[in-house]
């Protein structure tokens, strides 16, 4: 189980206990503004730096995507895309990707081990890696594409949004070293505030009338939203998902199906026992035993050596006592 | 084990190993299978050594299944295929499950009941190993997408949740039809059990050994130990 000490948690998966909901901390977010991204990957390099991973050196393979993916050991990935727009102008779309902390989580929804993932109530949603089977459900139940499985220890990983961070008080370490503001992390009221106004500058003077706030709410909200200037549009960043949702998939398999199953095995094995009482055993009477005989001495009469004799029967009736 | 005369043999000791095999898999495959099922389950992968060794041990144990079961499947084919007596045993359905056997057309080596779960489980077994394989990501994390997987993970809980219940049916039959566990534990039977609930099977039984064939029937001078 993750550590309930800190009262913080509000969700813990495959669990059906009630989390502690004493301490109700302020939702937090992070703001992506990638209109003001200059894709320097210093946020890489600080979430390295800060979660003390090395991913082994890749190889060049044309953007300046790199490493190509999220990874393990790559919880956060500038993602450039290059997109014509309507004037025929080059667009450079720099999408800074990483785990976006629904409200609803498909990953905690979808995993099977008790506080493997757990939200807290400032909206964070973390892997307790300690209780982590590997079976990557989590990877299924992403409408994302975030959580990675390890090679190395068999176990799932993503961006914590820095929890150990920020339960201290601090910013999580990519907003720390990102030197333009476009990363922002406060209350997630402020940062929707910080995003309006953003988005009302890049409409009215900036000529991006699609700009908005990327708040998906198909999944009850993120505590990562982006501002984006083709908020119409935000597949075109790297396949941001337009409207994303759990799957239905998921939805089924974890959720009515459950219930549904077990209500079915218990009735059948309910209903045996039923059967059992109403029916009693169905055993082989004397009748049987003596047609089954009749049956392989005539039909091989002479072949089959003589039964032994048979056993005295035994007496279920107890000898009665004599009067006295 | 020399099968007592009186008696008939159903399943000589490969079959009942091959038998034990399966049943053995598919327990431990409930088990840890339930408990990435239910979380209230997930106690019982304590019983592999937790969590991170039930999700290994899962899968592997599901190839010998599927192996030890294939094994099943192609021993017990000639037995299993359809009949069209078959027919008239399940428009007497009620009849077999009120235990009125004398009422019921006669069967051969196996009733349609039984031929049912030997069918329903080659079928739902063959799911879940494609599903369960594109599931394993161990190995197979790159063969395919992740909404395949999606779907592959959900058809793998809805097979395996009609392998349980086909699993209470087997286990049920068996319990219920008093008699029936030493066909695969002794790998015998009684004749009056036989005479009972295969009636045509011990007729041609009976037949063979009259003709000093080789036959089922323990005691005949040629007594044949092929699952036939």
Redesign the interface.
Known sequence: MTDLQSLNVIRISASDANPPQLRQNVEVAKLIDVTRCIGCKACQSACMEWNDYRPPVGYFNGTYTNPHDLSHDQFTLMRFDEWVNDEGDLEWLIRKDGCMHCTDPGCLKACPAPGAIVQYSNGIVDFIEENCIGCGYCVKGCPFNIPRYSPVDKRAYKCTLCSDRVSYGLEPACIKACPTGALLFGSKADMTDVANGRVEELRGQRGFPNAGLYDPPGVGGTHVMYVLHHADKPEIYSNLPKDPHISWLVQVWKGAYKPLAVAAMGLAIVGSFIHAVIYGPNEVDPHDVEAGRRMVDRRSRGVIPPRPPEPPPVSHVKPEEPVK | MRPP??TVLRYPPFSRFNHWVTAVCMVLLVMSGL??????L?WL?VFFG???M???THPWIGVVLFISYAIMVVRFFRHNLPHRDDLRWLRALGHV???R?ELVPEVGRYNPGQKFVYWANAFLILILLVTGII?W??YF?NWTT??Q???A??IH??AA?FT??VL??HV?SA?????TMPAMTRGYV???????HH?KW??QE??L??Q?KPSA?A???AVRTDPR
């Open positions: 005369p009186g408990a990435f099922f239910y979380p209230w997930y992968t937790g969590g991170q039930a999700r290994a499950a009120s235990g056997e599931i990501d161990w994390y992740i909404e997987k999606r779907v993970v959900l809980s809805i949740f349980i219940l209470i049916l049920y319990i219920w039809v008093r008699g009684p004749v009056g059990w036989v005479y009972r009636r011990l007729r009976a037949e050994a009259a000093g029937i005691g005949a001078p």
